[in-house]
Structures are given as C-alpha cells and as structure tokens.
T-cell receptor, first 113, second 111 residues
C-alpha cells in the first residue's frame, strides 16, 4: 500500500527555472493539499483540491500553480523558481468521510540557487 | 500574531519520563485538533485527533483540549527513545482545507 507518493525527493533549481513536483495517492481520496515547511514556520498551505477539476488557493499560493485532472494526481508547478521557494514540500490527502485526517507524503526537498 | 503558537524546544528528557507538549491558539472557532509526529526527513503522521474540548487517550498518548483557555496538550507517558521526533499541533474550524499548524516541538528522549 503506497499511500501518498511524492517525486522527486530532492531537487536543485536555478533562479527562473520551472519545474513540477509530482504527488500521487492510491487511496481514492477526494481531498489533496500541498504544504511547504520552513524552519520556525510550521506547515503552510499552498493549494488544495476537493476533487478532480476543483482547486483553490491556500495561505501562500503566489508563484505556484496546481491542477487536478484525476483523483489520484495533484502536481504542483513552480512557474519561475525564486530562492524564497527553497523549502520542503509536502503533499497530503484525506477522504471525504474523514476530511480532517490527512496522510502525508515523504516530502520533496527543493533548493533554489 | 500567528494563529497557532508552539514552543520549538528542543525538549530533552530521560527515558521513562512523562512528556508534556503544548500549543496555544487565537481563533476561538477552531473545533478540530490534531497532533502529528514527524521523524527527521519524513512526512508528518497523524498521532491523535480530537473534536472540541476534552481528553482522548490512546496507549501512552493523551490529548487534552481546553477551549476556554485556547490551549491544547499532548502527554506522552513512559517516553521511549523511539518517541524522539518533532511534534506538530494542527487545528481547523470546520473544513479540511484550512489547517493551521504550529511550528513543531523537537523532542529528544535519552536512553
């Protein structure tokens, strides 16, 4: 049972480059979210989705895009990477029946030089 | 002011000690309260989940919510070295997407 899978685990980008962080879950969960974790800041919500085709902004959405074409996948796109986006990114999912119980992936460590 | 405040620690205790971890919050509308455990370089995993006020016990772990004081606690009895991790509190009002996390408390249980 894979749960929530994030790829890549590590990534180094140069300022201005774009990339997509992948997130896939095999639990048929309706709800998926992206967070970033920075020292002393806890987890902050970037974008979330309540189902295929439906996304919305969280607390810190600027510089990121998302789409949800399938229930399983929820990719996060960095349009033009900036050093301020250096962080650890976590994807999470939860079911409609237990919306408050989120399952997290192992994270993607991103450095923007 | 942050929605959720949590002492970052680190908190160092001997094996077998009772550990108390705490968070305070400012939004009286929060109803769902969660504790996550995060091992180094891993994703958070849900440890305890409570709704509204009161206590909830699961093995060596007890979660307490005091909504009148806007204060939540996690107690760990008979702490083990395997409990060494960062503990994050999280809370929400009434929908999944607006979770507010504390910054986490790093716990070290010494053998």
């Amino acid at each position: 049972n894979a749960g929530v899978t994030q790829t890549p685990k590590f990534q180094v980008l140069k300022t201005g480059q774009s990339m997509t962080l992948q997130c896939a879950q095999d639990m048929n969960h309706e709800y998926m979210s992206w967070y970033r974790q920075d020292p002393g800041m806890g987890l902050r919500l970037i974008h979330y989705s309540v189902g295929a085709g439906i996304t919305d902004q969280g607390e810190v959405p600027n510089g990121y895009n998302v789409s949800r074409s399938t229930t399983e996948d929820f990719p996060l796109r960095l349009l033009s990477a900036a050093p301020s986006q250096t962080s650890v990114y976590f994807c999470a999912s939860s079911s409609g029946q237990s919306k408050n119980i989120q399952y997290f992936g192992a994270g993607t460590r991103l450095s923007v030089l | 002011q942050k929605e959720v405040e949590q002492d970052p620690g680190p908190l160092s205790v001997p094996e077998g000690a009772i550990v108390s971890l705490n968070c305070t919050y400012s939004n009286s509308a929060f109803q769902y309260f969660m504790w996550y455990r995060q091992y180094s370089r891993k994703g958070p995993e849900l440890l305890m989940y409570t709704y509204s006020s009161g206590n909830k016990e699961d093995g060596r772990f007890t979660a307490q919510v005091d909504k009148s004081s806007k204060y939540i606690s996690l107690f760990i009895r008979d702490s083990q070295p395997s409990d060494s991790a960062t503990y994050l509190c999280a809370m929400s009002v009434n929908n999944f997407n607006k979770f507010y996390f504390g910054s986490g408390t790093k716990l070290n249980v010494k053998p």
